[in-house]
Each structure stands twice: as C-alpha cells, then as structure tokens.
C-alpha cells in the first residue's frame, strides 16, 4: 500500500498563488503518470494536469498558462505550481499516481478556496 499525502492548500486571495505538494510513501520512480485533479462542490472530479515518466506534462484549458506540475524524485514527490488563481479554482485537489504495475493510488485531498 503507498500513501499519498498532499500539502499547500489553504484560502488565497484572487491573483494570488499556492504550491500544492503530493508526497509518496514510495520511491515514484517507475510511476509512469501522476495528476491533480480537483471537485468543485457539486460538480465532478476534472483532470488538472498530468505528467508522464517521460516528462510530458499537459493540462485542463481552464488552467493552462497559470498551473504547472512538476516533481521532485529524490523526494517522492509532485508538485502543483498555481499562480493567478481565480475564485473558480476553489476545490478540493487531489493527487493520483500510476505505477508501471497499472496500479493506482489517491491522495486524501487538500483544499484550495480562492475568496477575497
């Protein structure tokens, strides 16, 4: 069993910025894709942006240009760098990884109120 345990959420003004940090219990060297995706209240679960093993990254349209995903493999873990936030970024965000074994794991959410 890994756990994934997120970090950096919390209540930003408009304009502002967080970084969201996803820390895996295990070595995330042969995870061949990691995400954030987020649930607004009411809505369903998006993909934000995703990174594969081989270093391509790509995201929603609604946050392209502001949110970057990156990670940090000597920490086992990912990150969610998001600048210029809008109220309608506030959500609850999870992390997800797969492993090269096809299995999945989810972290317990973190959550990001973008409110002046």
């Known amino acids: 069993q890994v756990q994934l345990v997120e970090s950096g959420g919390g209540l930003v003004q408009p304009g502002g910025s967080l970084r969201l940090s996803c820390a895996a219990s295990?070595?995330?060297?042969?995870?061949?894709?990691m995400g954030w995706y987020r649930q607004a209240p009411g809505k369903q679960r998006e993909l934000v942006a995703y990174?594969?093993?081989?270093?391509?990254?790509n995201s929603a349209d609604s946050v392209k240009g502001r949110f970057t995903i990156s990670r940090d493999s000597a920490k086992n873990t990912v990150y969610l760098e998001m600048n210029s936030l809008k109220p309608e970024d506030t959500a609850v965000y999870y992390c997800q990884m797969r492993w090269s074994d096809n299995t999945v794991y989810w972290g317990q959410g973190t959550q990001v109120t973008v409110s002046s």
């Open positions: 990174r594969t093993s081989g270093g391509s990254t």
């Open positions: 295990r070595s995330i060297f042969s995870v061949y894709v």
